[in-house]
């Protein structure tokens, strides 16, 4: 993504909150971004694409943290899970994206509603699968209705608490209760083979993997190409290390990650953060269906 279509979002999302997202207009972005109406449609086709841009980016930010946390660790670790689930919410009060999906939700707009829709159950998609690797396969049958009712029981207890107390609500606290809630109930289901959602329903997430490995290495020629220019030592050894790498008849996982991991905290708050999570992205893809397939 290029700086200037960043900066454009930076702005829209920035109006959204301010004014919320229907009172914002297209003209609006225009003015206060200082750009022309072909620029905006030249990256967005419309002022709902804009939005899912912003939401978008928050959504690669959190796969990527996730991910990180994974790093050397073990996937049945109760803790990291329950971190993971955290990654989500900081990442929405990090950029401060909660007035935006407040606005979203009350919305009429069934296209808006349908793309958060979409993402709302990919994240059920995805705790259901870690909620397996936490507690087996035998946890399988029943991890989706599991998942549905930690998401359930977290959401419910922070809108109790935000209108109850004025005290700040302790996130961290809160997940790590309903996890000890969730051992009681997994446990339970598991015992009494209890099932209400659909199968179809835990179907694993669909990755578009075809030229996943084609892409990356495309991806990092062109973020090479920016590091040449503004002559950034630390990062050209990152992503040259990984090209190497990627083209081996058999990239090493491990060190794929921990690199990745190291690239991107060297990158962290630096102009092209954005462009090397874009590129980190698609490699946590290609990891994880290595691992699956080794």
Same mark, same amino acid.
């Given at each position: 993504m290029n700086d200037r279509k960043r900066h454009v979002m930076l702005i829209a999302k920035q109006l959204f909150i301010n004014k919320g997202f229907t009172s914002t207009s297209v003209q609006d972005i225009l003015e206060d971004a200082k750009i022309s109406k072909g620029t905006f449609y030249n990256y967005f086709t419309s002022k709902n694409e804009c939005l899912m841009a912003i939401l978008e980016d928050a959504h690669i930010e959190s796969v990527i943290r996730r991910r990180e946390l994974l790093v050397g660790r073990d996937k049945k670790d109760k803790d990291i899970l329950a971190s993971q689930i955290l990654v989500r919410m900081q990442v929405s009060r990090e950029l401060n994206l909660l007035p935006i999906y407040e606005a979203v939700f009350h919305s009429?707009? =069934?296209?808006?509603? !349908?793309?958060?829709? !979409?993402?709302?159950?990919? =994240?059920?998609?995805?705790? +259901?699968?870690?909620?397996?690797?936490?507690?087996?396969?035998? +946890?399988?049958?029943?991890?989706?209705?599991? @998942?549905?009712?930690?998401?359930?029981?977290?959401?419910?207890?922070?809108?109790?608490?935000?209108?109850? @107390?004025?005290k700040e609500l302790d996130i961290e606290k809160l997940v790590h209760f309903t996890f000890r809630r969730m051992d009681a109930l997994m446990s339970d289901m598991i015992k009494q083979q209890d099932v209400l959602l659909e199968k179809q329903m835990m179907t694993p997430l669909e990755i578009p993997l075809m030229g996943l490995k084609e892409k990356i290495l495309d991806d990092l020629l062109a973020l090479k190409t920016k590091l040449e220019q503004e002559k950034?030592?630390?990062?050209?050894?990152? !992503?040259?290390?990984?090209? #190497?790498?990627?083209? !081996?008849?058999?990239?090493?996982?491990?060190?794929?990650? #921990?690199?990745?991991?190291?690239?991107?905290? +060297? @990158?962290?708050?630096?102009e092209l953060a954005d462009s090397v999570n874009e590129v980190l992205y698609l490699l946590w893809k290609f990891i994880d269906f290595t691992k699956t397939n080794l």
């Open positions: 009429n707009d =069934e296209e808006l509603r !349908t793309y958060v829709k !979409t993402y709302h159950v990919n =994240e059920l998609k995805w705790l +259901a699968g870690r909620l397996v690797d936490v507690y087996g396969e035998e +946890a399988a049958p029943h991890s989706f209705d599991c @998942s549905v009712m930690t998401i359930g029981m977290i959401q419910h207890l922070r809108h109790f608490w935000a209108s109850g @107390s004025s950034n030592e630390i990062g050209l050894e990152y !992503t040259d290390f990984l090209l #190497a790498e990627l083209q !081996t008849e058999n990239p090493r996982v491990s060190i794929l990650e #921990a690199v990745g991991r190291s690239f991107r905290e +060297a @990158s962290n708050r630096t």
